[in-house]
């Protein structure tokens, strides 16, 4: 075949630090497109992206030549600088160290995009901590509580 082709699906989750309710209303939609232009930069195109006050869902389709490490960290970076133009608020602003990236298949797009489009309302019954568990016991990735929190 003289053509490489993929399509890696990710659902990727990271919150503020220490899970800081810093996130408004008021710059969540400018922060999903400022983040969404540096994901099509990156020519990792996002397909959704939601927040509540303390954390972020994006899916978006990786590259077949970008790693996925690179991707979320520039991602982390680009919004981190941009938001503390936003306001004295935001002059300490961080993102945790971390994230969870979970991949996930084509049939999958639908479920996964309404789960994030109703990220306020799922909020109201689960804490963060809670879903994040969740997500990493779904997809049998092992963790220690103690490194998983900052």
């Given at each position: 075949?003289?053509?490489?082709?993929?399509?890696?699906?990710?659902?990727?989750?990271?919150s503020?630090?220490?899970?800081?309710p810093?996130?408004?209303?008021?710059?969540?939609?400018?922060?999903?497109?400022y983040?969404?232009g540096?994901?099509?930069?990156?020519?990792?195109?996002?397909?959704?992206?939601?927040s509540?006050p303390?954390?972020?869902?994006?899916?978006?389709?990786?590259?077949?030549?970008?790693?996925?490490?690179d991707v979320?960290?520039?991602?982390?970076?680009?919004?981190?600088?941009?938001?503390?133009t936003?306001?004295?608020?935001?002059?300490?602003?961080?993102?945790q160290?971390?994230?969870?990236?979970?991949?996930?298949?084509?049939?999958?797009?639908?479920?996964?995009?309404?789960?994030?489009?109703?990220?306020?309302?799922?909020?109201?019954?689960?804490?963060f901590?809670?879903?994040?568990?969740?997500?990493?016991?779904?997809?049998e990735?092992?963790?220690?509580?103690?490194?998983?929190?900052?």
């Amino acid at each position: 075949m003289p053509q490489s082709l993929a399509k890696n699906l990710i659902h990727l989750v990271f919150s503020t630090k220490e899970r800081r309710p810093l996130l408004e209303d008021a710059v969540r939609q400018e922060l999903h497109n400022y983040a969404s232009g540096i994901l099509k930069d990156l020519d990792s195109p996002a397909i959704i992206m939601n927040s509540v006050p303390d954390h972020v869902h994006i899916l978006f389709n990786l590259h077949r030549t970008k790693a996925l490490a690179d991707v979320v960290m520039e991602t982390k970076r680009g919004t981190s600088k941009w938001i503390k133009t936003k306001g004295n608020q935001f002059a300490l602003f961080q993102w945790q160290n971390g994230y969870g990236a979970f991949s996930i298949s084509q049939s999958a797009v639908g479920e996964v995009t309404e789960y994030i489009r109703n990220q306020a309302e799922h909020h109201r019954k689960v804490s963060f901590q809670d879903e994040f568990r969740t997500f990493l016991k779904r997809y049998e990735i092992g963790f220690d509580e103690r490194y998983v929190w900052d």
